[in-house]
């Protein structure tokens, strides 16, 4: 018989809910706005193609070890300003991995470096290396 992870997400998400803040996690896409001129780049860079609104908790990363993530790089985590942490949006099929930025309030950050913790098929949160 299989594990079944659905308190174990529900259990992140409120956990987020409670202590994190609103934020919104947006995709870029890869594909150049016109295909006869890829040089001219994908078009404009405030105009996400996917956008989720999601709650997150902000760490620094000199929690990392604290938070179990051991095989991490010193040399990347000094890379980071921040690690964002935020569970699977409950009924997505979105892998938040493929995700490029997070817009907190008025403030943009790029995600540098992300990891899944996923215990079994479902995804329960989501870590990100950020940057402003």
């Not at 174990?8 to 006869?36: K, L, W």
Request: glycine share 8%; with cysteine.
């Amino acid at each position: 018989m299989a594990y079944d992870y659905t308190d174990d997400q529900a259990f992140g998400v409120a956990e987020i809910a409670e202590y994190g803040r609103q934020v919104v996690i947006q995709r870029y896409s890869d594909q150049p706005t016109d295909s006869n001129a890829p040089w001219d780049g994908k078009g404009p860079a405030n105009q996400p193609d996917q956008a989720i609104p999601t709650m997150m908790v902000f760490v620094p990363p000199s929690s990392a070890t604290a938070l179990g993530l051991r095989g991490v790089d010193e040399a990347l985590l000094k890379r980071f300003e921040q690690i964002a942490i935020c569970p699977h949006p409950p009924g997505s099929t979105d892998d938040l991995r493929e995700f490029d930025m997070i817009l907190d309030g008025g403030q943009l950050w790029r995600i540098i470096w992300s990891e899944t913790l996923r215990p079994g098929p479902v995804n329960v949160l989501y870590f990100f290396g950020v940057m402003r």
